[in-house]
């Protein structure tokens, strides 16, 4: 994997994250308290994914 491809997975989850963050906040404020789970699982899972990504894009960064 490549530095643009980590880059680009970052990205990705960054807008996944903001989207499921609105997401969360409809769902609190509309009492749909099932979905409020379903969606911070979703953000948790995608910040985890960002956090290895950003790991592996350092590890490329500052091999040489």
Do not use: P
């Amino acid at each position: 994997m490549g530095k643009k491809a980590c880059w680009s997975i970052i990205i990705l989850t960054i807008i996944v994250n903001v989207v499921m963050v609105q997401w969360t906040v409809e769902a609190h404020y509309g009492r749909e308290y099932g979905d409020i789970l379903i969606y911070s699982g979703v953000s948790i899972v995608s910040a985890f994914i960002a956090l290895l990504t950003y790991m592996q894009w350092r590890k490329l960064e500052y091999k040489e």
